[in-house]
């Protein structure tokens, strides 16, 4: 009977670390369910990865970019580069230039 509530207790506990987890992931967004940025942005601007640079599509769902810059995708930290095969959006061209200086630096 011992060994048994060991093992509810232990399973509880489990439980418990589990959800506190999950709950200091949402708060950080780390879990948010963010719509993909070609669902975001239907007018503005869309940052993507073209041909191992950044590219600036306008509108977003342009089939090539407006401009190319120089900067090498693959010089980018993994973060960046998974969000530009996605596609970061920008819904003035003042956050274009913004990114692209993040970037950039």
Do not use: H
């Amino acid at each position: 009977m011992k060994f048994r509530m060991k093992i509810v207790l232990t399973l509880l506990l489990a439980v418990f670390a589990a959800m506190s987890l999950l709950a200091v992931l949402a708060d950080l967004g780390v879990l948010s369910r963010a719509e993909p940025a070609s669902a975001q942005a239907r007018s503005g601007y869309l940052l993507r990865s073209w041909d191992g640079f950044i590219g600036v599509f306008c509108p977003p769902d342009a089939d090539e970019p407006v401009t190319v810059t120089d900067i090498r995708v693959r010089d980018l930290p993994l973060s960046d580069r998974i969000a530009l095969n996605g596609g970061v959006a920008a819904e003035d061209y003042g956050r274009v230039i913004r990114l692209l200086e993040d970037y950039g630096s």
